[in-house]
């Protein structure tokens, strides 16, 4: 199945941000930045969910809003995080990492990207993901 194959590796991100939760350091964080950027080169994709309400204008990615009122954009490194959500019946498309963080970086009511906002959790700040794509300020 084509869809599976474009997801194959992002297993690498979920164990870089286990370690990270595990031994949250700076060392640990640009390790996880390092494999993200890794399958980010190897035209790695996420799963990004689709706010079904505004899906006949436009395809609106599902955001989260944190406790401090900030929004960001969700993505899951596979279906099986994607399904641990609040909202399992969902529309969901994979998109490529890169145009994906390019998307995130472009919208300026949006913080960054939380990667599996319901378990194996990264927030990816805008400033994070400027560095995984290589652009160090």
Known sequence: M???????GNEKIEEAIRGLQNEPTQEMLAHALTVVRRRMKENGHLIVAVDPAGA?????VQTIQT???KRWFAAFTGFEEQMKGSNAVMSAFT???????QMT?????IEGLILN???CTMMLSKSLI???LGENR
């Open 2 to 8: 084509e869809k599976d194959q474009v997801l194959q």
């Open 56 to 60: 006949m204008e436009s395809l609106q």
């Open 67 to 69: 406790a401090d009122g």
């Open 95 to 101: 998109a490529e990492i890169e145009k994906l963080f």
């Open 105 to 109: 970086l472009q919208t300026e009511e």
């Open 117 to 119: 906002p319901w378990d």
């Open 130 to 132: 400027h560095i995984v």
